[in-house]
């Protein structure tokens, strides 16, 4: 049963009076209204709302007020796909609701009217959860129930209908028929909606299945029966501009996608797999990227040590980290704040993925031989000043950027390593000499993303002091041991964490390490060295996030391995 402590015929005559006595009507408004109320048989506050006499955000607040029910503002609000499936779209538009999230047996229920019995009991008895009630302004309520049920509905009607039409039969020719380009076009539109990172689009033995990486965690969205996984396939691979008969090998394309007056990419990769062709669809959102340091977490320090590094007329400054970590966006950041008026600045990308004014970028193909060593060599003929390379894979490419860094340019570049330190004996292992690695290379910069804490539900830790001191952190002079958490809400999905930001760490090469990286190299030498200069590691610039409140410590341990 609902927690709402009042009964109707209690807190109707309070809402008038609550109205008036904080002078939002008067005396003869609040007459007319309830002799109107009594005879169309309505609610009080939707006969003030009729009359013109109160908006439909104060009725709210004063239902809110009179019930002991949150005001939820359904503006900021995340709802899983597997918290909207509980209550059927005709449900929610019957009876104005729309399921937030659920803890336990309890579902949490915004409601226009949150002293509607009829509502709650029938809720109750179609889901088999009970229902805690909230507060929301009605308008506002149609509105999100449309936002957030829209996609979801017309998916389902769409599978519905491809199925009812018999259009998986025709295979991969039911990939140009209009429901199924309906279907494909939704499937990217709910992603975008959703600050979804990546479309997982994965053949099972029995169906498609469709997941959705969000702030780095995957969740999964929606089953498709597999009678549809050949026009589904076949659709996102007409999109991207790939041969619809080779199955037998990977494919990477594009996808150019509008949605309202933003123009998203979405980069897509085939693989083959037992049960078909496996798909991922990366978003590339320009219009969200921010790139700013601070937006992506970088500390003012850091900040200030980076943008040293880029006034340098030379040199190699490398970014790394695993697949997924932010590393092009720090690339792109950096390159934003080289003076392209002034610099002949060039890319060499695999493959591009946002445009930058003033800037000339070069997608390297591989199967053509414009491979990264090649044009790298073509672009040093270019009169360049500045050089990205998209990432480091072979020797060729290591020692043509190594030496670019060495005869006055600044070059900026990738590798897959799993700390900024791991760079050197990488590059090393890759054949490149140490000597010319130690004068090239003029910082490292480790990165991994973590889910930031929730705003709306962040609260602090009763337990720091414990946790700290079990897993011997030390603290830096003057800072508190704090820990926060998100205990879970309806604006991040009850996953107590929404968005996401940047642990760091920046290796200056000094000239005191060139030494060490000569002769071996000798890697405890190197970290003997970054430990007396205080370098901060990727730990401790977690660890810092973690006791400003930025992020849980549960997520530092997560992405560094503690």
């Not at 909230?134 to 519905?160: C, F, G, M, V, W």
């Not at 997982?200 to 009678?227: F, S, W």
């Not at 003076?339 to 060499?348: G, H, I, P, Q, W």
Request: with cysteine; charged share 20%; hydrophobic share 40%.
């Amino acid at each position: 049963m609902p927690t709402t402590p009042i009964s109707p015929t209690a807190a109707r005559p309070l809402l008038g009076t609550s109205l008036l006595q904080d002078g939002w009507i008067t005396q003869e408004q609040l007459d007319l209204a309830v002799r109107e109320t009594k005879r169309k048989g309505v609610m009080l506050g939707q006969t003030l709302i009729g009359l013109g006499f109160i908006t439909e955000k104060v009725l709210a607040h004063y239902l809110a007020e009179g019930t002991q029910t949150d005001l939820v503002d359904l503006s900021k609000i995340f709802i899983p796909s597997e918290i909207l499936n509980l209550v059927p779209y005709d449900i929610a538009t019957q009876f104005q609701v729309l399921p937030l999230g659920k803890q336990g047996n309890v579902l949490n229920l915004a409601m226009a009217d949150p002293l509607n019995i009829v509502a709650v009991d029938t809720i109750e008895s179609r889901i088999g959860l009970n229902v805690h009630t909230h507060t929301a302004p009605a308008q506002e309520l149609i509105e999100a129930i449309e936002r957030h049920y829209a996609h979801r509905e017309s998916i389902k009607q769409l599978l519905d209908e491809l199925m009812a039409k018999g259009i998986s039969d025709l295979g991969e020719d039911g990939s140009r028929v209009a429901p199924m380009i309906r279907l494909c076009n939704q499937l990217i539109t709910a992603a975008i909606q959703s600050r979804v990172t990546d479309i997982h689009i994965e053949p099972d033995e029995y169906y498609l299945r469709v997941r959705m990486r969000i702030d780095g965690i995957l969740t999964q969205e929606i089953l498709i029966p597999k009678p549809l996984q050949a026009p589904i396939t076949a659709r996102f691979k007409l999109m991207a501009n790939l041969d619809l008969t080779e199955k037998r090998t990977p494919q990477d394309g594009r996808i150019p996608f509008t949605l309202g007056i933003r123009r998203i990419d979405l980069r897509v990769s085939t693989l083959p797999t037992n049960f078909g062709e496996s798909l991922v669809l990366r978003i590339l959102d320009k219009g969200a990227l921010k790139l700013e340091f601070q937006a992506l977490g970088f500390t003012s320090n850091d900040q200030t040590r980076i943008q040293s590094l880029i006034q340098r007329p030379h040199g190699i400054i490398l970014v790394t980290g695993p697949t997924g970590s932010g590393k092009t966006t720090t690339l792109y950041t950096a390159l934003r704040h080289v003076d392209a008026k002034e610099k002949s600045v060039f890319t060499l990308e695999d493959p591009i993925e946002y445009q930058m004014p003033l800037i000339r970028q070069t997608q390297v193909h591989p199967d053509i031989g414009m491979t990264f060593a090649a044009g790298l060599r073509a672009l040093l003929r270019q009169d360049p000043d500045v050089i990205l390379v998209g990432e480091i894979r072979d020797q060729e490419t290591a020692d043509l950027a190594m030496r670019a860094a060495l005869t006055g340019h600044l070059v900026f570049s990738t590798l897959h390593t799993n700390d900024a330190l791991g760079a050197i004996p990488r590059l090393i292992d890759m054949g490149v000499e140490a000597f010319l690695l130690a004068s090239a290379l003029t910082a490292i910069i480790g990165q991994r993303l973590v889910r930031c804490i929730c705003p709306e539900c962040k609260i602090e830790r009763t337990d720091a002091s414990t946790v700290l001191t079990d897993l011997r952190v030390e603290l830096p002079e003057g800072v508190l041991p704090t820990l926060w958490t998100g205990k879970g809400c309806h604006a991040c999905g009850q996953t107590g964490y929404k968005g996401r930001a940047g642990i760091y760490e920046i290796i200056q090469i000094t000239d005191e390490l060139h030494g060490p990286i000569v002769h071996g190299p000798d890697m405890a030498g190197i970290r003997a060295i970054i430990r007396r200069d205080r370098m901060p590691t990727m730990f401790d610039d977690g660890l810092m996030k973690a006791l400003q409140g930025i992020t849980t410590l549960e997520e530092v341990l997560r992405v560094t391995g503690g």
